[in-house]
């Protein structure tokens, strides 16, 4: 079962693998409550939600197309399996660092109310989570790093240039983390 203070995150794949974060807020046998990012419109917001809006589309979080009629009855049945329990989908995060599950919760609603702005590059779920648990704030997401890497390629100027701007921007916002 999840625990209050939890950093919990699953895996989407859409169009690119990357994990999508949250705080657990509540947990009860009737429901789990998740602070976490939602896309409202043309941005996003933080929220707290029901669990089965933070897994959201179950399309997004499977490694195959399902339209593809080959895995049509692989994706019926993981739904089968995910309705009867969507915990399958779900990872814990531990921290070197963690704060007390209270301090987390506590952290994770103060951002909330806040009504901070969503970024995907210094402000998105992974940085959240991270902040909730640690106190400590992150100056970029290292997946989305990590993913601009992975994917930009190509044998032209464009990927000299995208290499260029990737390297620099990597070590500008590292450069303070020393």
Do not use: W
Request: one cysteine or more; a neutral charge; hydrophobic letters at 40%.
């Amino acid at each position: 079962m999840l625990k209050p203070g939890d950093h919990i995150y699953i895996y989407r794949y859409s169009p690119i693998l990357y994990t999508h974060h949250g705080i657990v807020i509540e947990s009860n046998k009737k429901s789990i409550l998740v602070a976490h990012p939602i896309k409202s419109g043309s941005y996003a917001t933080f929220m707290i939600t029901d669990l089965n809006v933070f897994i959201g589309d179950l399309r997004y979080c499977t490694p195959f197309d399902i339209y593809d009629i080959t895995n049509f009855n692989a994706f019926q049945e993981l739904k089968t399996v995910i309705a009867q329990n969507p915990l399958h989908l779900i990872h814990i995060k531990k921290h070197k660092n963690m704060l007390p599950r209270n301090m987390i919760v506590e952290n994770a609603l103060n951002f909330v109310r806040s009504k901070k702005e969503y970024c995907l590059f210094t402000n998105n779920c992974e940085i959240f989570a991270e902040y909730c648990c640690t106190g400590e704030s992150q100056i970029v997401s290292h997946q989305v790093i990590d993913n601009i890497k992975k994917y930009a390629t190509g044998n032209s100027i464009i990927h000299n240039i995208n290499t260029f701007v990737i390297d620099s921007l990597s070590e500008f916002l590292f450069q303070s983390d020393k």
